[in-house]
Structures are given as C-alpha cells and as structure tokens.
C-alpha cells in the first residue's frame, strides 16, 4: 500500500505567487517524521523542512512552510512568493524505522514538478 | 550544509563491466544510504548501513553489493552491469539532530547509463 500520496504531477504557477504542494500519508506509528524535498534538474535532493508528528507547531523555514493536519494525515508544503528557481521536483518523504539499529528510511511520493512562470 | 560526495556523476557503460560507484561524507554520520531512482520517479531504497562493517539490504531488490570498512565510505558495486541497471543512484546520510529529528542529507547523484 502506498504510503506517500502526491495527487498532483505537475503545477504550473506565476512568479511571486504563493504555491501549494500536497502530500498525504498512511501510517499507524504514533511517532514518525515528514520531510519535503526538492529535486533540480540536476538530480541532486535538498532538504527543505521537517515535521515531527508531536510537533504541535507547523515547520516553516524561510519561504517554506508545512501546513500540517496530523488528523487528516496531510502534510502539504506551502511555497511563499515563488520565484523561477522554485521550478523543479518536490518530494514528499515519511520516515520509518528500519532496524533496531536506530536506521531509519525515507518512504518518497512520487513527487510534483513545479513549474515557476515569469 | 551537507557534505557528502558521489563520485562519477555521469557513467556510461557497456553490458558485463563491473563498476563502483563512490559515495564520501565528512560529516562523521554513523549512518549512510542508498537510494535508486529511476527519471521522475520516486526513490526507493536498496541499501543502508548504521555503522562500520554494518550493511543491510533496502526494499527494493538489486544486483548490488556495498561495503562499509570506514565511517566515511560507503561504495556500491556493480559486478556485471546490465541495461537495468540504468538509473540514478543517490547516497545519503544521517545523524540524530536533536530530540527525534533524523535528516538525511543526499549526495548529487551518480546517473548510469548501461548500453
């Protein structure tokens, strides 16, 4: 069962407009993790802001932020005056553990091309 | 920031050679991941290691082997490369950043080409 849902391929959004990326997420841990990354063209993945499930405030960094609704399982990533170097693919990851270990994965949505107009 | 290598970023290859591609952190993460992903798709993982002389296979199947004789490296080997094999690699790596926040930072990316 898929665990990351990004329900939207593609956006096209004008310059300097604030953007919406959605993501849902499927999980019955009661502590888990929600990352938003951001992929170039150039295949490299950045890291953008975290959420904690027991975060009780929403994650915001700089023109990011995390609109998150822990009891609709959504975790959509919110982009603030867009600009053209905005453009590129947004991943939406949950983390799990994955030994005893402490490792951890990152479960990925498919991800959603943005697409910054001028 | 994020330091953390993957060395070639581009590799083409012909079918049965046997490659490694590198992956480097000067970070002192315990911890280090690999990630295939296929153009636009989403990544899976395929390998992963919480220490030295540790490795684990990921979710996703593959051909590949990794090692870890040193915290810093953690290389991914391909024995006899095939035309499935085209696809990027991502390496990363992670620390525990206070109270349950583990980030993975990536690496950019090897792209494979077998023909």
């Known amino acids: 069962a898929q665990k990351i849902t990004q329900t939207q391929p593609g956006m096209f959004v004008q310059e300097k407009e604030a953007v919406t990326l959605d993501c849902t997420y499927d999980?019955?841990?009661?502590?888990?993790?929600l990352f938003w990354y951001k992929q170039p063209s150039s295949g490299e993945m950045i890291f953008l802001i975290y959420?904690?499930?027991?975060?009780?405030q929403n994650a915001t960094e700089g023109r990011y932020s995390l609109n998150f609704q822990k009891a609709r399982k959504s975790a959509n990533l919110v982009i603030s005056a867009s600009q053209l170097g905005d453009s590129a693919m947004y991943f939406c990851a949950m983390r799990e553990s994955i030994s005893n270990f402490g490792n951890e994965k990152l479960t990925f949505g498919t991800g959603t091309r943005l697409t910054i107009i001028p | 920031e994020a330091d953390i290598y993957q060395t070639p970023r581009y590799l083409v290859i012909g079918t049965g050679k046997k490659i490694t591609l590198e992956c480097s952190q000067t970070?002192?993460?315990?911890?280090m991941y690999w990630y295939q992903q296929d153009p636009g798709m989403e990544l899976h993982l395929i390998h992963y290691?919480?220490?030295?002389?540790?490795?684990e296979k990921g979710d996703l199947s593959s051909e590949s082997t990794v090692s870890r004789i040193r915290t810093e490296h953690f290389p991914l080997t391909l024995e006899s490369a095939r035309p499935s094999h085209t696809s990027q690699y991502l390496c990363a790596s992670s620390v525990l950043a206070g109270g349950v926040q583990e980030t993975q930072y990536f690496g950019p990316g090897t792209r494979l080409l077998v023909l």
């Open positions: 970070m002192g993460h315990d911890k």
């Open positions: 999980t019955s841990d009661q502590s888990y993790g």
């Open positions: 290691s919480y220490g030295v002389n540790s490795t």
């Open positions: 959420q904690g499930s027991y975060d009780e």
